[in-house]
């Protein structure tokens, strides 16, 4: 098993191939709080894809750090042209991912890690990327409403659709053929380690290229 991996490393680190890593899930699943633990393990094996919105600023962010804030009229002109993997709207707001943002994580032979939506998901299967699918689950929905009614961070109306918005996310994870991986997000230990393992081959071949 050891040598097969360290085969597959080889034959595909003569291809200078790091695969994306497409992370989905509702909000309060515990992306956020894994993937901050992974990228404090790796800092520089993985790289986040700045994504573009056309919504406004929220205080304290930075334009190309956080998001890359557009206007309407350019991202839709940057859709039709192809310039973006995936795009989605929601709340009245456009959000993508171009592929000169995935480029440039992918130039520094870093992982690239893009967090996005059910939609943007099916967006980019219907693509010829070659990306790893995980996706990130609470235990119950009864544990999601929990966690999100405790952050006291949404209005009445925000919170109802979050939840609408979960409960259609929990189903689409257990479509089959989606998600290479589903991690239960039910004990934070267990599933970081589950993350990792699915990653380890990326890693170690992320590490070789950066030698």
């Given at each position: 098993m050891f040598m097969r991996q360290i085969s597959?490393?080889?034959?595909r680190q003569a291809m200078a191939e790091l695969r994306p890593v497409?992370?989905?899930?509702?909000?309060?699943?515990?992306k956020s709080t894994l993937l901050k633990i992974l990228f404090k393990e790796?800092?520089?094996?993985?790289?986040?894809?700045v994504s573009?919105?056309?919504r406004s600023p929220r205080t304290g962010e930075e334009n190309g750090k956080d998001y890359h804030?557009?206007?309407?009229?350019?991202?839709?002109?940057?859709?039709?042209?192809?310039e973006f993997v995936e795009s989605a709207e929601f709340s009245g707001h456009l959000y993508g991912t171009s592929k000169a943002a995935v480029q440039t994580v992918l130039s520094k032979n870093q992982i690239c890690i893009l967090d996005i939506d059910m939609q943007g998901v099916r967006n980019i299967k219907k693509t010829d990327?070659?990306?790893?699918?995980?996706?990130i689950q609470p235990p119950s929905y009864k544990v999601l409403e929990a966690r999100l009614k405790a952050r006291q961070t949404e209005t009445e109306e925000g919170l109802r659709r979050r939840?609408?918005?979960?409960?259609?996310?929990?189903?689409f994870s257990r479509q089959?053929?989606?998600?290479?991986?589903?991690?239960?997000?039910?004990?934070?230990?267990?599933?970081?380690?589950?993350?990792k393992s699915i990653l380890l081959e990326e890693i170690e071949m992320a590490k070789s290229l950066q030698k």
């Open positions: 597959s490393i080889i034959r497409v992370i989905s899930g509702p909000s309060g699943a515990g790796y800092a520089t094996i993985f790289g986040f894809s573009h919105t056309t804030f557009v206007s309407r009229e350019e991202m839709l002109r940057g859709i039709a042209a192809g990327w070659s990306a790893i699918y995980i996706s939840l609408l918005a979960a409960k259609l996310d929990m189903e089959p053929g989606i998600f290479n991986l589903v991690i239960v997000n039910d004990n934070l230990e267990d599933a970081y380690s589950q993350l």
